[in-house]
DNA sequence: AACGAAATTGACGTTAACGTAAGCGGAAGC
DNA sequence: GCTTCCGCTTACGTTAACGTCAATTTCGTT
C-alpha cells in the first residue's frame, strides 16, 4: 500500500495552541517540511534522528525537530548525511562545546571553498557553453546567408 | 590481472611524423585523454565510440578520437553520457545538418540555463553558509570574552 | 466485529559512471 | 617455452538518498 498524504486541503486540526505543543507524529514533521514518511525513517536509520516510540508510533519531540532542521539545512549546503551526522553527535556531547563549535566552524569553511570551487567549475562551463553556442549561431548564419 | 599503464617515462615510440597518423589503440586515446581504458569501452557499450576491429583489438580513428573529444567536452559542462550520445547521434545523420545544429543549440541554450539555476543555489548555499560561520564566530568570541 | 486510515518493518530497486576482479588470448622477448 | 605486456569479455560492486512494494499491525470509528 503506498502511503497516503491526502485529505488535508485546510481541515488540519493543529489550532493556534496545539502549534505550541512538544510533540509530533512523523506525518506532522513530514507535511511541516515537505520530506516523505520514508525520509525519515530513513534519518532514523542512519541515526540523524531518534524519536521516542509510544510502542509502535514514533513520537518526535521539538529536539528531533530542530535536528531535522539541522539536517535539511546542511543538506542544502551541499553536506552528505555522514558528515551531518557527524556535526550533530559531536554536537550532542555538549561538554566542551566551545571545542565542537570550533570544529563544525572549520567544516562549514571547508565547504565554503568547495562549493566556491564548485561555482567557478559551473562558470566555466557556461562560458565555455555560451562561447559554443556563438560557434553554432555563426555557423547557421553563414549557411543561411549562403542559402538566401 | 590489472590492467597496466607502466613503462612510458618519455620514450614513447611515437615520432613526430608518427604523431599525424590515422588511427589509435585504446590506450594511445586513454593516455591522451586521461580516461581509463575501461571507460573508453564503456562509452563504447553505450554507443558513443564505435572502433573499428582488427581481430580482436580496437582501433580508434580520428573521427572516433574526435567524438571522443565532444563527449569529454559534453561531460564537462554538465550533460549525462544519454543526452551526450543523442547529440552525437544526430550530428551524424549529416542530411539536414541545419536542423540538427538547431536542436543542439537549444539544448546547449537549455542547459546553461541549467547551469545558471546551479550556481544560483551554489552562491546561497554560500551565502547561507558564510552567514551561519558569522553566527558561530559570534558565539565563540561571546564565550572568550566571558572566560577571559 | 469489521473497516479504513495510518503506521510499521524489511528488503529489493533506482541512477550514473564507471571500478574491480576473474579469467582468457595473442604477440614479443629471452 | 615461459613470462610479460597488452588487450579482451563478463559480470558483479560501488555511492547517495531515498522510492517502491509487500506483508502486517494498530487505532479509531461505526
Redesign the pocket.
Known amino acids: ?4 498524504f ?2 488535508f486541503p485546510s481541515d488540519d486540526d493543529t489550532s493556534d495552541i496545539e502549534r505550541a505543543r512538544k510533540l509530533f ?3 506532522d514533521l513530514a507535511r511541516e517540511f515537505g ?5 525519515l ?3 532514523e536509520d542512519k541515526g540523524l534522528l531518534t524519536p521516542r516510540r509510544e ?4 513520537l518526535y519531540s521539538r529536539r528531533d525537530r530542530a535536528r531535522l532542521k539541522l539536517v535539511l539545512m546542511g ?1 542544502r549546503v551541499g553536506f ?3 558528515e551531518i551526522r557527524e556535526m550533530l553527535d559531536l554536537y550532542d556531547l555538549k561538554d566542551g562545546q566551545e571545542t565542537q563549535l570550533r570544529v563544525s566552524l572549520e567544516r562549514f569553511r571547508e565547504q565554503i571553498v568547495a562549493l566556491e570551487r564548485q561555482k567557478r567549475d559551473v562558470e566555466e562551463a557556461i562560458s565555455d557553453l555560451t562561447r559554443t553556442c556563438d560557434v553554432v549561431e555563426g555557423i547557421l548564419k553563414q549557411r543561411t546567408a549562403q542559402a538566401g
Not at 500500500?1 to 497516503?4: G, L, N, Q
Open positions: 500500500m503506498k502511503e497516503h491526502t485529505h507524529t512523523i506525518s520530506v516523505t514518511l520514508r525520509t525513517r530513513f534519518y510502542g509502535n508510533a514514533r543538506k552528505s548525511l555522514d
